[in-house]
């Protein structure tokens, strides 16, 4: 019997981006994909990943305030979360998007925090490093 794969939930309503990066997660992990913050809380419950990675900026529900309800549910609160993003203040001009300070990342409790564009190996990095503590 093999290893058993750890599970990632990726949450990102970007589809183009999505598919590229569980094609990278599924050399390695078991992959599940949600594309708004409140399909990705209604997987996490159903799912019980092992970590999350979470775009920031999504339409209905963003990244950060999913991450918030993601930590303040306890049976949650134990899986790692990074946090993925091209966030910008332009972003927030977007109809449709969210107006959120920068602000607000500095207070969220993800375990990383990671800059788009990420290279392959350099996620890979993040996810095994989280991974590994967990």
Do not use: C, W
């Not at 209905?60 to 306890?74: C, I, N, R």
């Amino acid at each position: 019997m093999g290893e058993k794969q750890a599970r990632i939930l990726l949450v990102d309503d970007d589809h183009d981006f999505v598919s590229a990066t569980r094609m990278i997660l599924e050399s390695k992990y078991q992959v599940i994909v949600a594309y708004e913050g409140g399909e990705g809380l209604r997987k996490a419950r159903e799912e019980a990943p092992d970590l999350i990675i979470l775009d920031v900026m999504m339409p209905v529900k963003d990244g950060f305030t999913a991450a918030e309800q993601l930590k303040g549910d306890p049976q949650l609160s134990e899986i790692p979360v990074i946090m993925l993003t091209g966030y910008s203040p332009s972003y927030s001009q977007r109809k449709g998007y969210p107006n959120i300070p920068a602000s607000k990342g500095m207070t969220l409790e993800a375990e990383d925090y990671i800059q788009k564009p990420v290279k392959p190996e350099e996620l890979l990095r993040r996810v095994e490093a989280l991974l590994a503590k967990a």
